[in-house]
């Protein structure tokens, strides 16, 4: 009977467990945050499915899949369209025919976009930037590893205690992470 009821009381907690997995993906878009709570097997096949550069990352600074502890990914996206005008009088002066003509502007890196463009109109030069997009994607990734220690002279982690370790990938800067837990 014990045994009947544990299973029954473990399949309820899993199934409310993949529906609050479901509910946090149906309202990311709007909340933008999603928590999941997965199981070792479901986080080693979404790194192995959806984040091969997770997965590239991992393997180059040896982190095996199966200490992870958990991952936090941020998306940072800004978008600014602040129209900013730069006379270009000295430039102005090399020119000389008298027409109008607009020139399009894209300057771009992996983590800035800038999109504007250059007008000559009668007697005036001018450098219009109408857009700027930064992205940048962070992750941190937590995992436990064992401390090293000496036996018979010899380093070894075998046996060592377990700490949690922390990895930040960013594609663009650098990223300082503060987290404040309430304790239970």
């Known amino acids: 009977m014990w045994l009947l009821f544990r299973a029954y009381w473990q399949e309820r907690q899993e199934a409310l467990r993949l529906r609050h997995n479901a509910e946090s993906i149906r309202k990311q878009d709007s909340l933008r945050y999603a928590r999941q709570e997965l ?3 479901e986080i080693e096949e979404y790194i192995t499915y ?6 590239a990352f991992l393997k180059e600074n040896r982190v ?22 730069v006379s270009l009088r000295p430039v102005l002066d090399a020119i000389r025919e008298h027409r109008r003509q607009q020139v399009p502007v894209v300057d771009s890196t992996a983590c800035l976009v800038v999109k504007g463009y250059v007008l000559f109109d009668r007697d005036t030069l001018s450098l219009t930037i109408t857009e700027r997009v930064f992205n940048n994607k962070s992750d941190v990734v937590s995992y436990w590893e064992r401390n090293q220690w000496r036996f018979l002279g ?13 990895l930040i990938k960013d594609t663009c800067g650098q990223t300082k992470t503060f987290i404040i837990e309430k304790k239970k």
């Open 50 to 55: 959806n984040r091969k550069d997770m997965e």
């Open 154 to 166: 010899i380093k070894t982690r075998l046996f060592g205690r377990k700490k949690a370790t922390i």
């Open 39 to 41: 199981s070792r097997r």
């Open 64 to 85: 095996a899949m199966r200490r992870i502890e958990g991952i936090i990914t941020q998306q940072l996206r800004y978008r600014d369209t602040v129209k900013k005008e």
